[in-house]
């Protein structure tokens, strides 16, 4: 993918399709690249393409679509994050050719997408998204979603980002600033943006700033999904810049809030 900036701020969640299918060349472009999604964490994600009509899906909240992907992960810890970093790798290069995703976790009959991407006992399919054009013209309902939950406003890299201690606002002047503004781009589930990173010791330590009402036996922790969202496109804006990084599992045992849980550290090199 070239230019990764003008992907991630130009992408929007796209819930009204022109009713047209995907080209062929662009089909097996996404299904060449789905071969090669992995995550830091090793946890394999099986993406599956589901044509609508064939297996009568959708979703209240979509017009036009005609094809599907889901995503399947084994119910173990760090599942959540490592869909989450998957499946927006495959959200962005999809952008990249002009196709239109949105992530839907809730708004669908989920027992239907769960028996066409063949869900297994132990298996969980946290997200799905349509994949398609974009219509010329959103839908009454997709403007007034997007309003409802500021889809176009993002929270003050102040209140992200921190520097030493928790609360301690990580400078725009950094060098990384180009990096964690893309982090700040990054979508999440209303728009709750739950991913914290403290900087210490020249290690970035991302957090989960955790809210009620985002865990389910089907959908895992979806505020963890986000967080792995967010750490794709951390992880991106490195390989783009031609940085490479350490990520380990090790918390470093920080003082932070009652509301907040260590996910992961990347170390810089």
């Given at each position: 993918m070239d230019n990764l900036a003008e992907i991630v701020m130009g992408r929007k969640s796209v819930r009204s399709f022109d009713g047209n299918p995907i080209s062929d060349q662009h089909r097996k472009a996404l299904e060449e690249y789905i071969k090669g999604i992995s995550n830091p964490f090793g946890i394999p994600v099986e993406f599956v393409l589901l044509d609508a009509g064939e297996h009568g899906l959708s979703s209240p909240v979509l017009?036009?679509?005609?094809?599907?992907v889901t995503g399947k992960v084994e119910k173990k810890p760090y599942a959540d994050v490592a869909f989450g970093y998957s499946f927006e790798r495959l959200v962005l290069y999809a952008w990249s050719l002009g196709i239109g995703t949105t992530w839907i976790g809730g708004t669908m009959k989920r027992e239907l997408f769960e028996a066409a991407a063949g869900v297994k006992p132990g298996e969980m399919m946290p997200c799905v998204s349509p994949l398609g054009y974009p219509a010329k013209k959103k839908s009454v309902r997709e403007v007034m979603m997007r309003k409802g939950i500021?889809?176009?406003?993002?929270?003050?890299?102040?209140?992200?980002?921190?520097?030493?201690?928790?609360?301690q606002p990580l400078t725009q002047a950094d060098e990384m600033a180009e990096i964690l503004e893309l982090v700040r781009w990054a979508p999440s589930a209303v728009n709750k943006q739950p991913w914290r990173i403290l900087l210490k010791d020249g290690v970035y330590h991302f957090y989960e700033k955790k809210d009620k009402g985002y865990v389910s036996e089907a959908t895992g922790d979806l505020q963890k999904i986000d967080v792995g969202i967010a750490l794709c496109h951390f992880l991106m804006g490195l390989e783009e810049q031609g940085m490479q990084a350490e990520v380990t599992v090790r918390d470093p045992g920080l003082e932070i809030p009652n509301d907040a849980e260590y996910i992961v550290s990347v170390a810089i090199k």
């Open positions: 017009t036009g679509e005609q094809l599907y500021g889809a176009d406003s993002r929270i003050p890299a102040e209140k992200l980002f921190f520097r030493e201690q928790w609360g």
